[in-house]
């Protein structure tokens, strides 16, 4: 059976500190998919990243990045220097198969609150 | 940008009426989901479409919800009778064969009373 985890229910932080949101999977594919969306107060859903399962390689876009760990099952993401726009529920989920328009479950999301 | 259009935005119905909610996914993407989201369950896969043609149905009630994709432009999810229990933000997301995630639309905030 496939899970994603993300044991942090809700994180606050003052605004420039760094925070990292952990997300655990579980799967028997070898062959799967990783993402992280965003969810704002708006209520919508921001694709981040998408990472497949061959490619262990760290991810950095500006003041994001992502570690990919196939040893531990994890594909977490850290925010440095954050802002109060970070604000927002922030989702992992995971994809199987050979297609990255396979579906995907999402995690529990993890509640980022940035305070001034 | 291309984006997912869902319609419409809200709606407030009674218990045992007929729901309808529509997408329109981004041209050219051939992929079609339909999600749930509730406060107690997360973000749910009710269903998908592949090339309009449905592929995974498990995740749907199926007395009450029927889900279809009548032509490219166009996929629908429908209640009947629905239930002050599907009250839930419903999002339809779409993707092309190949390339990055999902494109998930703004949602159909549905309650019912």
């Known amino acids: 059976a496939q899970k994603v985890t993300q044991a942090q229910t809700e994180i606050s932080v003052v605004e420039k500190e760094d925070v990292t949101l952990d997300c655990v999977y579980e799967?028997?594919?070898?062959?799967?998919?990783l993402f992280w969306y965003k969810q704002p107060p708006s209520g919508e859903l921001v694709f981040l990243i998408r990472r497949n399962s061959f490619d262990e390689q760290n991810e950095i876009s500006g003041r994001y990045s992502w570690n990919f760990q196939k040893s531990t099952s994890s594909f977490n993401f850290t925010i440095t220097a954050s802002q109060v726009v970070d604000s927002a529920v922030y989702f992992c989920a995971l994809g199987s198969g050979y297609s990255s328009a396979s579906k995907i479950i999402f995690g529990s999301g993890t509640r980022l609150s940035i305070r001034p | 940008d291309a984006r997912v259009t869902q319609t419409p935005r809200h709606k407030v119905t009674e218990m045992g009426q007929e729901v309808t909610m529509r997408c329109q996914p981004i041209l050219g993407h051939n992929t079609v989901f339909w999600y749930r989201q509730t406060m107690m369950q997360g973000l749910e896969l009710l269903a998908y479409f592949r090339n309009r043609a449905p592929l995974d149905d498990s995740g749907m009630p199926k007395d009450r919800f029927s889900a279809e994709m009548p032509d490219a432009t166009l996929a629908t999810l429908k209640i009947q009778p629905s239930e002050p229990r599907d009250s839930a933000v419903y999002f339809c997301?779409?993707?092309?064969?190949?390339?990055?995630?999902?494109?998930f639309g703004s949602g159909t905030r549905l309650t019912v009373v």
């Open positions: 997301a779409s993707a092309p064969a190949r390339g990055e995630g999902y494109t």
């Open positions: 799967t028997r594919d070898t062959t799967y998919y």
